[in-house]
């Protein structure tokens, strides 16, 4: 364990589960636990639940669970330690020293930061420089003051290939944390130069305010035009939202989601503070969830040509997953953000909050657009124009949202309203997902939930057997010693029950919460998930007794060398014996 057990207990006494879930979720209550959509996955009907009793997240959807510490690294993206760390400055409790928090990925994590950091100010200086008089006047050409290059940290890498990596070195920095944050790379030759060069630098920040990569945009004609780092253990593109970090505590229920760095700084400097974009690649769904968990309604606002229109398209599909209520902005003349906001000079502020105020929502968008391709007085195009307009219709998942959307098309072109909605259920039948796969289910394990994987009768008393341990601490102290991991035939289930023997036999606790530290993300909700398993047998004591025999047989079936010197006479009185153990 990395960190002392009474530091992570004192840590999970005080921390408040709801009161963190609810910065990154809206939870409502629900008898006594909290229900809401959940984070981690697209859903339309809420099915993640906090316990407040238990300090506990389960979501019946996509079956993420664990303690707050998991939730944590689950939505940040952080590995144990970090996520601790978090916790613990919110709590405000120091981590002991010597526990190890800067060890493995967490220490070069914090060496990525920091090299990232010097690297911003390097930058920065060097736009201040004689060396950056282009760039700067790039910048203020393009209309930003040097307030707003400020509060943004923009910058400048030097033409030379060498600045950046030998003052990272000068710093302590070593080669390899220099190429593992991507700010240098080694050539064949066995010279290590900058990765950056001679471009305009935009830091990118994440939401706890570390520079954990750049952009970069070129001062001469050498392709790409922009440059941005590569996925690092401390960045990952397809996660970060460039400028929320200013952003989200200035949303205010509504998001614009521009095209690229300059767009989202013009914006800002306009006074749209709430605007915010992806960092050179298409829209993610990770990026979808991000931005949503902070805003009601997300306005896109993509460049007017053919390439924007596309990126309009996806980010429509994307976010029609999240829950909230999507916009376009259309800007006129085929103008980006910053280009219609410096043509109307004074006024551009103030017009560019008119077509904020007076867009559409993401199914007007639509329909204006099909309303462009087709001409409705040939009667031929206006049969495909109401066709793709079910095909529209049909893709909606609220019903009332549907229905008002029929009755205005209905009569706008004149058509008969109970054959558009016959047209648009037709194809909205076709649109319906599959029916959910069977799933397995044990003869004597009462499920409250589904596990689409195949499971052997050893697997699910394992299961069964972990989720009586890790709920009955007095049952797996008095069991433990005596059960060899050996019987377990999955890896991840042996390794669960080595750190629950290890715990029981320490005295110490045994829930979920408990062994968090030991394992990943996935393997924790894996984990979690087993509690709401429940036997039919009601005492704990009898039922891990039951099931330890059924795994005593199961691992002689499978793995006959293991226990060849046990008869089953002996195998019975192993039972027995633990039978008269008594709570």
């Known amino acids: 364990m990395f960190i002392p057990d009474e530091f992570i207990q004192e840590l999970k006494s005080k921390t408040d589960i709801v009161d963190v879930v609810s910065g990154y979720v809206q939870l409502k209550k629900q008898g006594k636990n909290m229900l809401g959509l959940c984070p981690f996955h697209s859903e339309k009907t809420p099915s993640f639940n906090v316990s407040t009793d238990k300090n506990f997240f389960h979501c019946f959807g996509c079956k993420a669970s664990g303690d707050v510490i998991t939730f944590i690294r689950k939505i940040e993206n952080l590995d144990y330690i970090e996520a601790v760390k978090l916790l613990a400055q919110r709590a405000g409790l120091e981590i002991p020293e010597g526990s190890g928090q800067n060890s493995g990925l967490s220490k070069l994590r914090n060496r990525i930061y920091e090299a990232n950091r010097a690297a911003a100010r390097f930058y920065y200086k060097c736009l201040y420089s004689p060396n950056g008089k282009n760039a700067l006047e790039y910048l203020h050409n393009r209309g930003l003051t040097d307030k707003t290059i400020v509060h943004f940290g923009l910058g400048y890498s030097p033409s030379s290939r060498f600045e950046l990596t030998n003052y990272l070195k000068n710093l302590g920095f070593t080669e390899d944390e220099i190429f593992k944050a991507n700010l240098g790379n080694k050539s064949e030759k066995g010279y290590f130069y900058d990765r950056f060069s001679d471009r305009v630098m935009f830091p990118i920040i ?21 440059l941005n780092t590569s ?4 960045f990952n593109k397809g996660n970060t939202v460039y400028a929320m970090n200013f952003a989200k505590n200035k949303a205010d229920g509504q998001m614009i989601l521009a095209e690229g760095y300059m767009d989202v700084i013009s914006l800002h400097q306009a006074g749209f503070e709430n605007a915010v974009a992806t960092l050179g690649t298409a829209l993610t769904k990770e990026q979808a969830h991000l931005i949503a968990r902070y805003c009601k309604e997300v306005v896109i606002c993509y460049d007017a040509d053919e390439a924007g229109q596309k990126a309009t398209e996806r980010a429509i599909d994307i976010f029609r ?12 003349n085929g103008k980006d953000p910053d280009e219609f906001i410096k043509s109307n000079g004074e006024n551009g502020a103030a017009k560019f909050r008119l077509l904020l105020d007076k867009c559409g929502n993401d199914v007007e968008y639509r329909i204006a657009k ?5 001409d409705t007085d040939i009667t031929e195009q206006k ?18 949202e549907r229905d008002a959307y029929i009755s205005k098309i209905s009569e706008e072109y004149s058509i008969d309203r109970n054959a558009l909605s016959a047209q648009t259920a037709k194809y909205a039948k076709k649109n319906e997902p599959p029916p959910p796969m069977q799933t397995y289910k044990a003869n004597n394990i009462q499920q409250n939930q589904n596990f689409n994987y195949p499971k052997s009768r050893a697997a699910n008393a394992e299961e069964v057997l972990l989720a009586l341990l890790m709920t009955n601490s007095d049952a797996a102290i008095a069991i433990c ?11 991840l289930y042996r390794s669960v029950y080595e750190k629950i023997k290890e715990r029981a036999e320490k005295g110490l606790g045994t829930e979920p919460v408990d062994i968090s530290g030991y394992f990943s993300n996935e393997e924790n909700s894996r984990i979690s998930s087993m509690v709401y398993l429940k036997p039919r047998e009601n ?22 060398e293991k226990t060849a010197a046990m008869t089953d006479e002996e195998i019975m009185a192993h039972i027995q014996k633990n039978r008269k153990r008594k709570k």
């Open 481 to 491: 010693p005596d059960f060899p991991p050996e019987m377990f035939t999955t890896p």
């Open 370 to 374: 099909l309303q462009i391709r087709y």
């Open 539 to 560: 005492d704990p004591f009898r039922a891990v007794n039951i099931y330890m025999g059924i795994l005593e047989k199961e691992s002689r079936k499978l793995a006959p």
């Open 206 to 226: 994440d939401l706890r305010g570390n520079v954990v990569g750049f952009g970069g945009r070129i001062m001469s004609d050498i392709q790409p035009k922009y």
């Open 321 to 332: 997953e999240t829950n909230a209520v999507i916009k376009v902005l259309k800007v006129p």
């Open 383 to 400: 049969v495909e124009f109401l066709t793709e307009i079910a095909k529209l219709l049909a893709s909606l998942d609220n019903e009332i």
């Open 231 to 234: 996925d690092t253990p401390a």
